[in-house]
């Protein structure tokens, strides 16, 4: 028989929406359990009722600690772990100044191997189960991070960042060998365990017309891939790819006319949209992800989430990691918040939530999988310590309901907050 798990503690998870549903769309138990089996959920419901129908199961019992979807963070670059909290750039400064340089020492694949167990290490101690991230230029980093992913049996999206101009030497391919790199890469890894290859152009000053058309080319004969890019991070940005695309009806558009627009495209940032980009992000249903730390940190502007969900386009969760200050998803809930008050919405504490699990996978067409905590979903889940540091503790005594328990540790909690974090129902960290 297979060895069973049962975890005890307070279970939140979603049925639904609740930017569509309201805070009614989680669904809450005091004392809850979830039954895992074979890295997968096999039962959830209330603890004492799982207890007596699995006997035999190793019981780990949380006690109030709050079960919940591992969190899902659904932009970052993983090679921009030792430069993260670098000091005093904007957007470009930012890249030739802290980015290219350290990218530059992934040509070395074991320092690759080195930042990508470091870097899982980190986010599994922040709670995060599920990542989508940038690699460099070099095909040794993509190898890096799946390695070191498939070894611990996580579920990790990336691909290797394509580069032909406007770019340090080291630090360019081509239109053709980011294209066959790619798809060697997405030929070795797409699909293998829990690993998927994502194409990558970093954006579209760093790529020739050509190379994107080469990419755009790759994504039709793989189209059950992801695609991830940036959109609009800067108001400069976008007045540069003004100047290199003169014949570019908008930013989105230089991706558009090389078959860079999906409904499996990933669209970082996305702050500073123009009406018809919005539109045509919404018609094809791709997905704006939103990395509110690194908006603020590098001073890029203030995305609009309220608006942007009622415009009915997707929209994900991500730190953006090392652009982004934290590897937290926790911060990155509060720095959500923070920006939903300076764009006039107060996301609820269940929106914030929604969108660090739920929300992120169904972002990267993963909700079936992971994102929620019901039989049949991999057994990626958090535990999250409500009284973590005696600030938060002495707030959430305080608290009326579930809600106001959860808030105090979304706006000032940490890696401290994680109990636990379980990858495909192995243990991965545990405090
Ligand atoms: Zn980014």
Excluded at 17 to 33: L, S
Aim: charged share 20%; hydrophobic share 40%; proline share 5%.
């Amino acid at each position: 028989m297979p060895e069973q798990t049962l975890l005890l503690g307070q279970t939140l998870t979603f049925d639904a929406d609740p930017f569509a549903a309201g805070p009614a769309a989680a669904r809450h138990d005091g004392h809850g359990g979830v039954l895992i089996e074979g890295g997968h959920i096999t039962a959830t419901g209330p603890g004492s009722d799982l207890r007596r129908a699995y006997p035999g199961a190793q019981v780990v019992d949380y006690g109030d600690g709050v079960i919940t979807a591992g969190f899902v963070d659904a932009h970052v670059h993983y090679p921009q772990t030792a430069i993260i909290a670098s000091w005093g750039k904007r957007l470009i400064d930012w890249l030739n100044t802290y980015t290219f340089p350290e990218e530059t020492r992934f040509n070395d694949p074991a320092y690759a191997a080195r930042i990508a167990a470091r870097y899982l290490d980190l986010t599994a101690s922040h709670g995060t189960t599920t990542l989508c991230s940038y690699c460099t230029i070099h095909p040794a980093s993509v190898d890096a991070l799946f390695t070191e992913a498939r070894a611990r049996g996580q579920r990790v999206i990336a691909g290797k960042t394509c580069m032909d101009r406007n770019a340090p030497d080291g630090l360019r391919d081509s239109a053709q060998s980011a294209y066959d790199d790619s798809k060697a890469l997405l030929e070795k890894w797409h699909g293998v365990d829990r690993l998927s290859y994502a194409i990558t152009p970093r954006f579209s000053p760093t790529s020739t017309p050509g190379q994107l058309s080469a990419l755009g080319a790759l994504w039709a004969e793989y189209p059950d891939c992801l695609m991830q890019t940036h959109l609009s991070e800067q108001t400069d940005e976008i007045a540069w790819v003004k100047s290199l695309y003169p014949e570019a009806r908008d930013y989105l558009d230089t991706y558009e006319a090389h078959g860079l627009l999906g409904a499996r495209g990933l669209y970082g940032h996305a702050i500073h949209l123009e009406p018809r980009e919005r539109a045509r992000l919404a018609e094809v249903g791709a997905a704006l992800i939103h990395c509110p730390t690194s908006n603020t940190f590098i001073g890029s502007g203030l995305f609009d989430m309220a608006a942007r969900v009622a415009e009915g386009l997707r929209v994900g969760l991500a730190t953006d990691t090392g652009g982004g200050s934290n590897f937290s998803m926790l911060r990155t809930m509060a720095a959500a918040y923070e920006i939903g008050q300076l764009t006039g919405t107060a996301l609820h504490p269940a929106q914030l939530l929604w969108l660090a699990t739920a929300g992120s996978a169904a972002t990267l067409h993963m909700q079936d999988r992971i994102g929620t905590l019901a039989p049949g979903m991999e057994a990626d889940i958090a535990v999250i310590d409500l009284a973590s540091t005696p600030a938060i503790a002495q707030r959430a005594e305080r608290a009326g309901d579930l809600w106001e328990a959860l808030f105090p540790t979304i706006m000032m909690g940490d890696d401290r907050a994680i109990r636990a974090t379980w990858v495909g129902g192995t243990l991965a960290h545990q405090r």
